[in-house]
């Protein structure tokens, strides 16, 4: 399974640490930068691109990090299929994926430590959308709110 996984400065160092972790767990890491830890990157450049690939399904799930989450959430969910949500807790991890079909998690590099950071990427990428008629619905309600960009 291919994970995509992407940080601005504030974040690259538990990008770095997470893209060991998935890959000593079996998963191939696609890396969308930063490459080398620069103070003057914009975590658009890096999130966007990302978030694009796991609308387009070119990589299973995403994960985004900059220093506080916020700005790569905010990034993410500019793309057409995009789902994201800043995570700060193991239920919403996973409950985001069951009933939201969350594909792409935003984590704070600055307020997250690295052990959580571990749980809350496991129950993302464990969980599995339920596709419940309710959730469904809700989602159709968002999808058109894409379509129309008000």
Do not use: W
Not at 90 to 109: K, R, T
């Amino acid at each position: 399974m291919k994970i995509g996984i992407a940080a601005d400065h504030g974040g690259f160092e538990l990008k770095n640490t997470t893209k060991i972790f998935l890959e000593n767990k079996g998963y191939e890491v696609q890396d969308y930068g930063a490459y080398e830890l620069m103070s003057t990157d914009d975590y658009p450049d890096f999130i966007i691109p990302l978030a694009r690939a796991v609308a387009a399904g070119e990589v299973f799930r995403g994960i985004a990090i900059c220093g506080s989450g916020v700005g790569a959430c905010f990034a993410a969910n500019k793309i057409n299929g995009i789902r994201a949500a800043l995570i700060n807790d193991y239920f919403s991890a996973h409950q985001g994926v069951e009933d939201d079909d969350m594909n792409l998690i935003c984590l704070g590099g600055r307020v997250t430590g690295y052990a959580a950071a571990q749980e809350y990427i496991t129950a993302f990428l464990d969980g599995k959308y339920i596709g419940a008629e309710r959730h469904k619905r809700r989602l159709e309600k968002v999808k058109v709110l894409e379509e129309k960009k008000s």
